[in-house]
């Protein structure tokens, strides 16, 4: 199982990337047509998803369980299944 949790971290990770390279890619997309719709968007929408993820724009509040936080108990578990595996040899 320990296998599985690594590769669903890499996954997650990997899908992680692809969010913020479209969530970059969209906010070019509004600047250059709108960049007062883009200020708007990123304020609110924008800065809501980053918060979720790794709040790499710093914004304040955020999320109750972040992907962070998903990531440190997948790898709590990972850990702990290691210890198990240990104490089973």
Request: hydrophobic share 40%; net charge negative; aromatic share 6%.
């Amino acid at each position: 199982m320990r296998t599985e949790i690594r590769e669903a971290i890499n996954r997650l990770e990997e899908l992680k990337d692809a969010i913020y390279e479209s969530l970059y890619e969209m906010e070019e997309v509004l600047r250059e047509v709108a960049p007062e719709v883009c200020a708007m968007s990123k304020s609110y929408w924008i800065a809501h998803i980053d918060g979720a993820l790794e709040n790499r724009g710093n914004w304040l509040g955020g999320s109750m369980v972040s992907y962070i936080d998903t990531i440190l108990a997948l790898e709590e578990l990972e850990l702990e299944e290691m210890m198990e595996m240990e104490e089973e040899n």
